[in-house]
């Protein structure tokens, strides 16, 4: 089984920059593909990136692609979301989650979740 936290969600104004991290529990952490969602109020949670086991493959949503950088450390257990040029509308609380699949983008698909990290993006 795989435990996970998230930290690195706050306040910051639009343009400003975050970096999330996700810290897994398990020996077995670099076995698996680590994603983020998001989920806004009011809103159905969405893929934002995921990235496999060997760094080797990285797919982002739309919304995202060229701000936000998922990367990890397998020797630290740690998946992060490095999130740049932020805007208002990616305001959401902020979930990792891991899958044994090669890569998903499905949330159907991972099953291990962490309890989420805030994010408010001021205008």
């Known amino acids: 089984q795989v435990q996970l936290v998230e930290s690195g969600g706050g306040l910051v104004q639009a343009g400003g920059s975050l970096r999330l991290s996700c810290a897994a529990s398990?020996?077995?952490?670099?076995?698996?593909?680590m994603g983020w969602f998001r989920q806004a109020p009011g809103k159905e949670r969405e893929f934002v990136a995921v990235?496999?086991?060997?760094?080797?493959?990285?797919y982002y949503a739309d919304s995202v692609k060229g701000r936000f950088t998922i990367s990890r450390d397998n020797a630290k257990n740690t998946v992060y979301l490095q999130m740049n040029s932020l805007k208002p509308e990616d305001t959401a609380v902020y979930y990792c989650?891991?899958?044994?699949?090669?890569?998903?983008?499905?949330?159907?698909?991972?099953?291990?979740w962490g309890q989420g990290t805030q994010v408010t993006v001021s205008s």
């Open positions: 990235i496999n086991w060997s760094r080797s493959i990285t």
């Open positions: 398990g020996r077995t952490f670099s076995r698996y593909t």
């Open positions: 989650a891991a899958t044994s699949r090669v890569v998903a983008v499905d949330e159907d698909a991972y099953g291990y």
